[in-house]
């Protein structure tokens, strides 16, 4: 039964990889869509049709229910819920995030949660509000990392279990956690207690959380977001490196009315048009969508939809190498999004350790793009070059006599040798007009390169509305028209 992560395709801190558990094998990343036993607007049978390999239901709710804990244990979860494909049991921590208090312990959950034939088990975690103080963050931590540990005794590793990571908004405990997570040997980890970051749109928060999980996990463990959440933010996730999502979106949306789209969503009182593909959005007006006796049902089938899609679109991005790119797009879709964007862009040594050599395109798409690890790790390979003792550097790509080297330049990235004009990211990055951020930025590669080059002397020649750019950046270097 245990639990295996295979990584295939990466792009960013995001990859495409192959989650077994048991025999049964799954593609990430994935949706888990929530399933509440009582109320099954969409049915898990619909779901596995929808190409849906994975859902994510609550073994408190069946172990509560009157009607549903005896057959559960008797025919097992895949027979009641009719799915045979990875169906993971959260364990009641939610509602203890919520009631205060739950009627289960820890060991008792796992049992259920092993007793109703579940394929991934969730402990009685405590998910620690981002409002905690530290020291009931540090109470609750030690009190779920004990529980991993009792369960790990217990059930021993090879069982299926997940290791939810907590610690609230104090990174070094995140930290903290997810080494000792790590380190007992969990291969399925779970970033808790950040569905009131995600509600509250605190992105950035989230990115810093995420990111000191990270800094901690092995990379061999298959991340999962809990609780998250709506489509706008799988991109951001997935180039953090969350494999799995949980969501209940798709129907707590549906309820509300609210119609889902990968940037955002809206009230279906104020569409005029349905701006979709999907089957629901084809066969109906928006007037007979809103009309509908079955409103909710069809507004949760289209919003189930738009996710799946947009999880497909992120495997096909980290597949091509243009994951930087759909992040960007997604992330101007709200202004939170895009400090959370801004805020992952700061962890730069992070991101260009983890990020792939080659990719199928760079695609310029403002400020936020000179930032990206393809410039960082472009800008670290410049020391590299085999330099003579007068080099030239020609921001207008005219080779002048007397240089023992010329180099032509390319913003964001710098200085280039003309043999790797077709080499990635020189000759796959597609640029605007230059701009001054851009430029700026491009001087910063000339400077690690005369840094890295003492013996070198350097010229450059540039327009007079470059002049004052390349003066601040490189001051003292010499210019020629
Ligand atoms: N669902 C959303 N957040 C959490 C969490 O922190 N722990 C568990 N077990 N379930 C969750
Ligand atoms: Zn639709």
Not at 63 to 88: C, K, P, W
Not at 388 to 393: A, D, P, Q, R
Request: proline share 6%.
């Amino acid at each position: 039964m245990a639990i295996r992560f295979e990584s295939l395709d990466s792009d960013g801190m995001g990859r495409c990889g192959k989650l077994s558990v048991g025999t049964k094998i799954m593609k990430t990343p994935a949706l888990l869509p929530v399933i509440n036993p009582h109320l099954q607007i969409v049915t898990p049978a619909e779901m596995k049709k929808m190409g849906v390999e994975a859902i994510i239901t609550n073994a408190y709710i069946f172990n509560q229910s009157v009607q549903y804990r005896n057959q559960v244990l008797a025919e097992g979860l895949h027979t009641v819920l009719d799915f045979d494909g990875v169906i993971m049991t959260d364990s009641g921590s939610f509602q203890l995030s919520v009631y205060g208090e739950v009627s289960v312990s820890n060991l008792e959950t796992l049992s259920f949660q092993r007793d109703i034939q579940s394929d991934i088990w969730v402990p009685l975690d405590i998910p620690t509000p981002p409002s905690a103080d530290r020291a009931a963050a540090e109470r609750d931590l030690a009190i779920t990392m004990e529980r991993l540990r009792e369960a790990k005794e217990t059930f021993g590793i090879d069982a299926p279990i997940a290791a939810p990571v907590q610690g609230s908004l104090y990174y070094d405990l995140r930290e903290r956690a997810g080494r000792e997570a790590g380190g007992l040997g969990f291969p399925f980890c779970p970033i808790g207690a950040v569905v009131p970051l995600m509600e509250g749109y605190r992105y950035r928060e989230l990115v810093q959380v995420v990111m000191a999980v990270q800094k901690a996990l092995p990379r061999s463990a298959c991340v999962h977001l809990f609780g998250a959440g709506h489509p706008a933010m799988f991109a951001l996730a997935t180039a953090m490196g969350c494999d799995l999502f949980d969501s209940a979106a798709y129907a707590l949306f549906a309820k509300e009315a609210r119609y889902l789209t990968p940037h955002g969503s809206y009230k279906v009182d104020e569409l005029v048009e349905l701006p979709c593909a999907c089957d629901v959005c084809r066969t109906h007006t928006s007037a007979e969508l809103r009309t509908s006796k079955d409103r909710e049902r069809l507004l949760a089938l289209h919003n189930l939809y738009v996710t799946l899609a947009e999880i497909a679109r992120i495997r096909q991005a980290i597949i091509d190498g243009t994951l930087w790119e759909l992040v960007d797009e997604r992330c101007r879709s709200h202004p939170q999004l895009l400090s959370g964007y801004r805020e992952l862009l700061n962890y730069g040594e992070t991101l260009e350790a983890h990020d792939r050599v080659s990719k199928r395109r760079f695609f310029f798409q403002g400020n936020e793009s000179c930032q990206r690890p393809e410039v960082i790790r472009y800008q670290r390979q410049t020391p590299r070059f085999r330099l003579g003792s007068k080099v030239h550097i020609a921001f207008d790509g005219r080779i002048r006599d007397g240089f023992t080297d010329t180099l032509l330049f390319k913003p964001p990235f710098g200085p280039y040798p003309r043999e790797i004009k077709e080499t990635f990211p020189i000759g796959q990055s597609e640029i605007p007009d230059w701009d001054e951020a851009m430029v700026r930025q491009g001087c910063r590669g000339i400077r690690n390169l005369i840094a890295s080059h003492p013996k070198s002397r350097f010229v450059i020649s540039c327009s007079a509305r470059w002049l004052p750019v390349v003066q601040s950046e490189l001051s003292g270097v010499e210019v020629c028209e």
